[in-house]
């Protein structure tokens, strides 16, 4: 397969041309994403009453675009992913998505857009793996009181069998969801936000629980779904090398705010990853690909 | 093709046709103006072939098993028509329907003193029953969803007393017996109920998940509140009044004024179909708010109308029957073990079921002791408590 940016480059011109803004702007002049000073807060018990969980994040996101969000924990990652998906509200700023302000799309066009993988998902109740992965066709039926307790047709099903089957869970269609090991729930939630045929993957640490062969199966998925279906992705990973392997580009976030933005080349530098998380790694080169690779030193320093 | 900045999907059979008509070039070009996942690749036959076998089955495996429940009723409410204080058999029954039926008269000079006891006593028994314990099982089934608890309950969780101290307020400041006072006393139940509804669900549910315990602690303090409050009207009350009213509060399917029937109906009715309506979503809410939200639903327009369904058709129950507990708990358990979770059978499935359940509860308090009547309240909680302590003690790892 010829894989690599020419491609995806020809596939993602293809598909601006057939989408047009609400204002009329051509595609290919509008990022997916435009974030303005995004800022979210909780409250806290500090002298300021409150927990900035992001701070004046401003930045972009091009159609297409496989992005990395890296950081050390509680630096907003999470947070910034759930304000893109409009699972949480932003306490100033505003998102576009598409050129459109996110606060006045409803709910589940937001869904047929974008696609979320949470990091985990509650499982109180048996729902096996083929009625989890159909809950994301939810927002592609309408919300009329017939549509309230429809069953899912043929072509939501051939979604969901086909999804299931690129994430490796279709042998356990069958089985209770609450049954199976994390990393099989792990792939069951990208089967499912798979269903919900977005164009933005949303992805929280999705490859945290997953065996060496899977980690491999779904990275390779997810540079194919830019590659040749022009989704834009944007994945938080711990694992910098994940993130730094495969993205196109990268974003480190530091307390809440952005600290540093770019190629991997640019991101992963020992003075930045020293600035961000207070300890000395080893960066070197990828035998294969060339970018950065970061490895952990033979004994951990901590500056004094 | 565009609605709303986004495209329009074309129906499989616009793709098998297009499939055939195309050649491979063209084809491939249409398949770029697709979302993603058709677009990859089309689906192999084999998945067709597969989803189709699905999406019949699952159909068909909803249709049969409703079909069996609900034959399953009504031969069940044929039985508990014949067992009384007087033994009414089939053949009887058939005889006096046809009697009734010849003359056009469904009255004592026609049917005698058994056809009166069988048509105005029993069957109205009956149907109140089955339409409480329907009522009582699908508002179990929404509230065990909206908690993410499968031990929740109306009456567990403090949302029957809550309706209850609505009614007996009702009462205490004389609203009467006319027929305007049976439309509101359910309103005022329903004010009752949604009132601690909206309490236990701020008490923890918005993070994530309300845990057994404390879901469990608030029931018991909004009871212990609300049943003082009920206690001290009672006390403000003439005697008589009050004793019917504790009578009332222990649980029972007496039917005291029969256009009762009717209001309740058209309240539960009216409840039942709105909840129905919310099934699909009622699946996504029980995988947490934000991931409900993720995908694609509005959860604080669905929480309201669960909100105010759930309470007005618990109102209605109360309002007639008192407090009837540990069916909503006990049935919708049964059921999820037996036909899975997903609402869309769960809800109706668990209704039939519910209904079933009372009727038998309710024959045993009219029979057991007979002339003696058991209030039906003391009957599901001496076969429901100790259901809920077994799965609280020996199922813990699979609740909390």
Known sequence: MNDGPHNRDVVAADRRSLLATDDGRPMSSMPIYEVRSLSLSYPANNPDGLLWAVRELSFDIQSGEFVGIVGPNGSGKTSLLKLLGKVLRPKTGTIRLRGRDLATIPQNEVAR?????????????????????????????????????????????DIAMEAMEATDVAHLSDRAVADLSGGERQRCLIARALAQAPQVLLLDEPTAFLDLPHQIDISALLRRLTDRQGLTL????????????????????????????????????????????????????HPESGRPRVTLPAWTRRPT | MQTDGMMQRPSIHQNMQNMQNMTQDMAEQEQDSRPHSERANRPAPRIMDRSRRIARSRSTKAFRVLGSLAAGLILLMILCLQLGTEYIGLQRMVDLILRALRQGDWGRESIGT???????????????????????????????????????????????????????????????????????????????????????????????????????????????????????????????????????????LTLQVSPGLTVLLVYILVGLALLLTQLRSLNLMTLGEESARACGVDTERVKKRLFVTAALVTGAVVSVSGMIGFVGMVVPHAVRLLFGADHRLL???????GGMALLLADTAARTLLAPTEIPVGIVTALAGGPLFLYLLLWRKDRLA
């Open chain 2, 347 to 353: 809800f109706p499935a668990s209704a039939l079921v």
């Open chain 1, 234 to 285: 944007l994945l938080i990973s711990h694992d910098l090398n994940l993130a730094g392997q495969y993205a196109d580009r990268m974003l480190m976030m530091k307390e809440g705010a952005l600290f540093a933005a770019g190629t991997t080349e640019d991101v992963i530098r020992p003075d930045i990853l020293k600035a961000v998380y207070g300890c000395e790694v080893l960066v070197d080169r």
């Open chain 2, 114 to 252: 058994t056809g009166m006891i069988l048509f105005h006593v029993r069957l109205p028994r009956i149907l109140l029953s089955v339409i409480v314990g329907a009522s009582l099982a699908s508002v179990g089934v929404v509230l065990q969803a909206l908690l993410r608890n499968p031990l929740a309950d109306p009456y567990v969780v403090g949302v029957s007393s809550g309706a209850s101290l609505g009614a007996a307020l009702a009462i205490l400041f004389g609203i009467g017996t006319s027929f305007l006072a049976l439309t509101a006393l359910p309103l005022c139940a329903f004010a009752g109920g949604l009132l601690s509804l909206v309490l236990v669900y701020r008490l923890g549910a918005t993070q994530g998940r309300l845990s057994i315990h404390s879901l469990l602690l608030a029931g018991v303090i909004l009871n212990a509140i609300f049943s003082a409050l009920i206690m001290f009207s009672t006390l403000l009350m003439d005697p008589n009044r009050s004793f019917g009213l504790m009578a009332w509060l222990m649980g029972t």
């Open chain 1, 113 to 157: 857009t974008v696609a979320m993988v949470p990091q985990e998902s509650l499982q109180v109740f048996p729902f096996t793996v083929l009625e989890t992965v159909l809950m994301g066709r939810h927002p592609h039926h309408g919300s009329t009181w017939r549509d309230g307790f429809s069953w899912e047709n043929e072509e939501d099903l």
